[in-house]
Nanobody, 131 residues
Framework: QVQLVESGGGLVQPGGSLRLSCETSGFALNYKAIAWFRQAPGKEREGVSCISSSDTTTSYADSVKGRFTISRDNAKNTVYLQMNSLKPEDTAVYYC????????????????????????WGKGTPVTVSS
């Protein structure tokens, strides 16, 4: 059974940092690209970052470039999202996701940020940035 479980969210002050984790099971993480998405209340889902299975490709939304870093530890079946210099507009529920196909799922793919190619999703972890 495939599972993606996010953790690490919480309340942080502006300028602070959080590290989100996406723990996976039910598939070999080393063959999977993993993407992070977020959705704020009343807003559409936004692709935040993606990392390919080989670590050779990472992508970031313009809104988080230079502040967020995606990484993976295949031995721990976990992908991380380090979030620094957090802003109130980063407040959202953060989800990790993957594509189930053996070959397609290795890469972030074109327009990954739309999320349409992802069919494995976690339940999300909430992040609130507020003073």
């Amino acid at each position: 059974q495939v599972q993606l479980v996010e953790s690490g969210g919480g309340l942080v002050q502006p300028g602070g940092s959080l590290r989100l984790s996406c723990e996976t099971s039910g598939f070999a993480l080393n063959y999977k690209a993993i993407a992070w998405f977020r959705q704020a209340p009343g807003k559409e889902r936004e692709g935040v970052s993606c990392i390919s299975s080989s670590d050779t490709t990472t992508s970031y939304a313009d809104s988080v470039k230079g502040r967020f870093t995606i990484s993976r530890d295949n031995a721990k079946n976990t992908v991380y999202l380090q979030m620094n210099s957090l802003k109130p507009e980063d407040t959202a529920v953060y989800y990790c996701a993957a594509n189930s196909d053996y070959w397609i799922g290795r890469h972030c793919g074109v327009r990954w940020e739309l999320g349409y190619s992802m069919d494995y999703w976690g339940k999300g972890t909430p992040v609130t940035v507020s003073s």
